[in-house]
């Protein structure tokens, strides 16, 4: 099968120097597959790339070593460049800055991201505040203003509110105002609306689109609908069994899918029925025979 330096990595059409720069990514529990092998991808600003794969593949693992907070037990190596400022490696406290002004992640749960005793307001407070330096009216107009951006109505209740007063997608829309008012440059979004009905997920999408054009975030969007991604991200990775197996722009992935593997998760879309959240199981299908291949076709083998 393919080694490093023949995995397909997405870059290819950018001139601007990606924000974020992953070679090589490998995360190993000791098993015998690599969780995460061989992972290359960059994150531009003002750009979305959607991480597409089914369960298991490595898709959050990816996300989590990024930025640092992969479990304990894993070994990371490879090269995760943060504005030209290599992260593997470095001390945990240069780590922790980046997470909390550079970097952050949204997840599907955001019942386990909010802290359920605390009012909306004091959360986004503490968030800001741990990350810059500013006065507390400074720190009122920047809630306000990222409450606005993420469009939540009535933002003097929100504030006020504790998480269970709100709806999922105003949760959700929190959590995205919370990376906006830290002033990160790069928003991980694992599965942010896996857990809403579909026209709340339809917003949420909306909004981060807009925010990445808007503030020039670099964004990687991860979820298993390939459907979904289809509609908001500027270029495609899909993700198998830790390696990435097909990477372009999103169009050309979607209408001109090269392996297998992306077909059939493209396939699958339409046998999603009734909702668009509910994930078919695909077959059993094994595609270790086939190498991996760039969006032009070509076959990148080792
Ligand atoms: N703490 C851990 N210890 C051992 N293996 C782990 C651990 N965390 C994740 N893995 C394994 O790493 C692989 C990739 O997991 P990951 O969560 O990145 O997949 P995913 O594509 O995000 O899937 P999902 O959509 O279900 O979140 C899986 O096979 C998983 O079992």
Redesign the pocket.
């Known amino acids: 099968m393919s080694q490093p330096s023949a995995v397909p990595h997405e870059s290819e059409h950018h001139d601007a120097e990606p924000i974020l720069s992953v070679r090589g990514l490998q995360?190993d529990?000791g098993?015998p597959h690599q969780?995460?092998a061989d992972v290359s991808l960059d994150l531009h600003a003002g750009q979305i790339l959607g991480v597409a794969?089914?369960?298991?593949?490595?898709?959050?693992?990816?996300a989590l070593a990024a930025l640092g907070l992969a479990?304990t037990?894993?070994d990371v190596s490879g090269s995760i460049r943060f504005k030209g400022r290599e992260l593997v490696g470095a001390k945990e406290s240069e780590r922790a800055k980046v997470r909390g002004s550079g970097m952050t992640m949204i997840f599907q749960e955001t019942v386990t991201a909010l802290n359920p005793v605390v009012q909306i307001e004091r959360q986004l407070e503490l968030a800001l505040r741990a990350n810059v330096a500013c006065s507390k009216a400074e720190a009122k107009d920047r809630i306000v203003q990222a409450l606005q951006d993420v469009q939540l109505r009535d933002v003097s209740r929100v504030l006020e509110s504790y998480p269970h007063e709100l709806s999922g997608g105003m949760c959700q829309r929190v959590m995205i105002a919370m990376a906006l008012v830290c002033g990160a440059d790069v928003l991980f979004a694992?599965?942010p609306t896996t857990a809403l009905d579909v026209t709340v997920q339809r917003e949420v999408m909306d909004i981060i689109r807009r925010i990445t054009d808007e503030r020039k975030l670099a964004v990687m969007l991860?979820s298993?609908d390939i459907g979904v991604l289809d509609e908001v991200s500027d270029r495609l990775v899909v993700?198998y069994r830790?390696r990435v197996i097909e990477t372009g722009p999103s169009s050309a992935v979607i209408a001109r899918p090269q392996h297998p593997y992306t077909k059939a998760l493209i396939n699958s879309i339409p046998r999603i029925h009734g909702s668009h959240n509910e994930f078919i199981e695909m077959p059993p299908l094994d595609f270790e025979e086939f190498a991996p291949v760039d969006h032009q076709g070509r076959e990148v083998v080792a």
């Open positions: 995360v529990f098993g969780a995460v794969g089914q369960s298991g593949s490595g898709k959050s693992l990816t479990p037990n894993a694992d599965e991860i298993h993700m830790g």
